[in-house]
């Protein structure tokens, strides 16, 4: 089935380390989309890609780093300067008339 | 720029009676408008989309939503609940640009609704 897959599920940090999430679509989408959700805030976008080796900072890039190399994947880096990252993280990818598919999320938590 | 502002931050009603959950948006620009459905740690998933056309517009699951140019305005309804309905919901709105198919929403806070036996 199409769709987006995001891992790992969950996913726990110590102070001090880089963490990737990775997401992957087979949608044949050119857009893709990093979202951070934390409580009572609704979704903040991090980063996007319009098209591969292409990406811009959203409103919360900081401490965040992307890469676009395929269509299919957008991984995301939560670097340690990050200062507050644990958070519900969703990836998305856009379609032809506008509307977002999201993948089930990664769940990442500092201890 | 533009905003989205979702009234009630929890709605709680009664399995088989009628909800409306509110969305008001500001912009300066003609938007496109969506309401998207999230159940506890699981992705979000679109219920309705407004593009253009019939202001009227139907989703899956039952639900319907308004949209209103000059109360600038997109409510999500449905006229009766089911306790699987219990869930947040989030309504965006974006300036859908085509070139490139890039499209930038901005969401609301979110309003949880709690249906009850």
């Known amino acids: 089935d199409g769709g987006i897959t995001q891992s790992p599920k969950y996913l726990f940090r110590k102070e001090g380390q880089n963490v990737t999430l990775s997401c992957e679509q087979n949608?044949?989408?050119?857009?893709m989309y990093w979202y951070r959700q934390d409580p009572g805030q609704g979704l903040r976008l991090i980063y996007y890609s319009q098209i591969v080796n292409d990406f811009q900072k959203g409103d919360i890039a900081e401490g965040y780093s992307v890469s676009r190399e395929k269509k299919e994947s957008f991984p995301l880096t939560v670097t340690s300067a990050q200062k507050n990252p644990t958070a519900f993280y969703l990836c998305a990818s856009s379609g032809s008339h506008g509307e977002l598919f999201f993948g089930e999320g990664s769940r990442l938590t500092v201890l | 720029a533009q905003s989205v502002t979702q009234l009630d931050s929890q709605v709680p009603v009664f399995e088989e009676a009628p909800v409306e959950l509110r969305c008001n948006y500001s912009s300066s620009v003609s938007v496109y408008l969506f309401w998207y459905v999230q159940y506890p740690n699981q992705g979000l998933q679109l219920l309705l989309k407004y593009l253009s056309g019939s202001t009227l517009v139907k989703g899956i699951n039952g639900f319907e939503a308004e949209f209103n140019k000059s109360q600038t305005s997109f409510h999500l309804r449905k006229p009766s609940v089911h306790i699987s309905d219990t869930a947040e919901y989030f309504c965006?709105?974006?300036?859908?640009?085509?070139?490139?198919?890039?499209?930038?929403?901005?969401f609301g806070a979110g309003t949880r609704l709690a249906v009850h036996p």
């Open positions: 949608l044949n989408h050119d857009a």
């Open positions: 965006a709105v974006s300036s859908f640009m085509f070139s490139g198919g890039y499209n930038k929403l901005i």
